[in-house]
């Protein structure tokens, strides 16, 4: 190694570790290399569960409808061929299906059902600030009487509060 003025190291060596010398030769018995043909081991079932599934009620173990129980034809139609995102993604009879199911139903359900979203879910504006609607303002009246001795305030002049006086006659109707 050189060293310069600078303190850099121009062309340094990396030093071997020491390997210890049984440690090479096992090394050299092992021969490693890729797992061929691997196969998943499947676990043991226990026959007296498979017995419990196979007589249970509600969801029988069935070999030759896939292990559903199905009500009816239209049941089966509708569960092999829904697609889950809505009914724009179905077959004309699927939706023709759907809606007979849901004609007794509100009509929004079915509208979600096309649109694959709820379409009148409630909504809490002050969790959506973005698209919250701008308060109103109330009109609101000039002049409020609430049935008092006096007469309510109705206007100004020269910036002294009035109220209306009715028995009065005002100077442009004609007596």
Avoid: W
């Avoid at 440690?23 to 490693?32: D, E, P, S």
């Avoid at 009487?145 to 007469?151: E, Q, V, Y």
């Avoid at 109705?154 to 002294?160: A, K, L, V, Y």
């Amino acid at each position: 190694m050189t060293f310069d003025e600078g303190g850099a190291i121009h062309k340094p060596k990396k030093k071997e570790p020491e390997r210890d010398e049984k440690i090479m030769q096992a090394l050299a018995v092992y021969k490693g290399g890729a797992i061929r043909k691997p196969k998943k081991k499947e676990p043991k079932r226990d026959e007296k569960i498979m017995q419990a599934l196979a007589t249970h009620k509600g969801g029988s173990i069935r070999k030759k409808s896939g292990g559903i129980k199905f009500h009816d034809r239209a049941h089966k139609y509708l569960y092999n061929n829904l697609s889950g995102k809505g009914g724009r993604l179905d077959s004309a009879m699927c939706r023709k299906m759907m809606h007979n199911i849901m004609s007794k139903y509100d009509p929004t359900l079915f509208q979600s059902y096309l649109r694959g979203k709820v379409m009148d879910h409630p909504r809490f504006d002050h969790d959506h600030p973005i698209r919250t609607k701008r308060a109103k303002v109330d009109a609101h009246a000039d002049v409020i009487d609430h049935g008092g001795s006096l007469n309510s305030i109705s206007h100004s002049e020269n910036g002294i509060l009035r109220s209306h006086n009715p028995e009065f006659h005002h100077y442009f109707e004609i007596v």
